[in-house]
């Protein structure tokens, strides 16, 4: 059993998710906006190794190109247009913010337990056997069996995008 | 795991070794590429304008670039007051290594003849004259220009200053919305070659009319060219550093090294997207062969190994003049029509054009007519794209009854 496991994949997962831990943390405590958001890239830079560690090369790039090279970027736009100053701000906290830390729990539970539950014995196969998750099946996988669920996603964007344009319109 | 090679099917040293000297022979060629690049451009631009451009150090002034460069990196290095000082250091850096790491995907040379798939034999081994070759290839170039946006915002922002904040605002708006058009052209070419694999999608394009700027129809090539100009800031896209009204830009507070950095990674983007176009469109390294009545020719110039690479390096060229050719001769855009250009023209007849090429493909798949497929579905985009400009045209009408500027 030992000598299937992947130590160095595991070593590597651990540093990565204490970087991604470290930079999540210095999201909320960062007292300067660009800098908070700049972490976030980090955290989100550091899921997408995660998935490189376990084989899903399409799903890293994408999470790369949407989140850090899109989400983040017009964030980041966003920032600079209306607020973006040097130095720190002292007004950044809501007055709310205990409230989310059992909110964040909460999430963070109910996360656990279903990814536990969903993948109770399931261990990813050994290097000698490893996989390959290729984008053909990603494809395949979405567009046959999931193919309700991303359009029902799609939808849920859809909304966002009309939503946007009606806020932003001013007759 | 992310590079599929040949040579990596036996690690041993001679292996590591090849590796490491690729990455040596990438990393010059990139440099010497973009210093040659400045050169190139100044002198060309020179000649249209009917002056002489660089003519001192070297023969026709080919080491400006090297004495600019020595000069840069012994000047002052400048700090302003104002600017953040972890992201002004780390700026420069988030422009240019991207840049460089564009240089790992693109097939610089290789014999695509015989099925051998763009593999060479150098020391004893065969290998392929690219970096790397993964298999998400052309995702990983459009994840790369994407970082390479936070390297100019960035720098805008870090300066403390406010035109360079207006430029790197006006840059990653403008780089964003162009983004979408330029990854929409790349999935016609994707969807024609069905592959991700920078590799792949050279080893299809075998003939003049195989290669994808025929195979795509031309307008996917077009809408590139112009998303890529957009994307690399350069004229007449380039509001990013719109001097008269800037003073230089996103970078007007740096200088020294790191404004080399900057100048560097903006000439070797240049170099990279051309070798970008090569690769996607005109078949990268595989030779131009044409059978017309008794004259044909296979493209084989006798240079053995070498054969590729100087059929991409002659077709880089003319990208590479293109280029130049556009700084020269073009006026720069008023800020309004480069985003009405990105969202109304370039975006919808990209995706139109996508639509097109998937409806053939879906034809071709099922043996129905293809004529009256295509026929169908451009008298449908015809009627979208119709109905697309009467609606521009209503909302342009109540805005300016409203009295908005745009």
Known sequence: ?171 | MLAIDVLLDKIDLTAVLIVLFKVVVVFIIGLVATMFMVWFERKIISGMQNRIGPNKAGPFGILQTLADGIKLFFKEDLLPDRADRFVFRLAPFLAFVPAFLVWSIIPLGGDFTNGKGGAIKIFGRYTLVQLADPPIGVLLLLALSGIAVYGIMLAGWSSGSKYPLLGSVRASAQMVSYEAALGLSIAAVLLVAGTLSTNGIVAVQTSLSKWHVVATGVVPFVIFLIAATAELNRPPFDLVEAEQELVGGFNTEYSSLRFALFFLAEFMNTVTMSAVIVTLFFGGPQPLKFEQGSLHFNGNLHLGVLNGTVWFIAKLFVFLYIYVWFRATLPRLRYDQLMNLGWKVLIPASLGWFMLLAAQRVATDNNWNKWAVSIISIAILGVCGLLLMAATRASAKNREREGAMF
């Open chain 1, 1 to 171: 059993m030992l000598a299937e496991a992947l130590v160095a994949q595991n070593i590597a997962f651990g540093i990565i998710a204490a970087v991604m831990i470290v930079g999540a943390f210095r999201v909320v405590t960062s007292d300067n906006v660009v800098h908070a958001a700049l972490w976030l890239v980090c955290v989100l830079a550091g899921a997408a190794a995660q998935y490189l560690l376990v084989y899903a090369e399409f799903v890293a790039i994408t999470q790369i190109l949407v989140y850090v090279g899109a989400v983040m970027v017009l964030f980041l736009f966003g920032v600079m247009l209306t607020r973006a100053r040097i130095g720190s701000e002292s007004n950044l906290n809501n007055k709310n913010w205990a409230l989310g830390i059992p909110v964040a729990l909460a999430l963070f539970a109910a996360m656990a337990i279903a990814l536990v539950g969903g993948f109770k014995d399931e261990y990813l196969p050994g290097p000698s056997k490893a996989i390959r998750i290729d984008t053909q099946s990603i494809s395949d996988a979405i567009f046959k069996p999931y193919l309700l669920p991303f359009w029902a996603l799609s939808f849920v964007l859809l909304v966002a995008v009309i939503g946007a344009i009606v806020l932003a319109r001013k007759d």
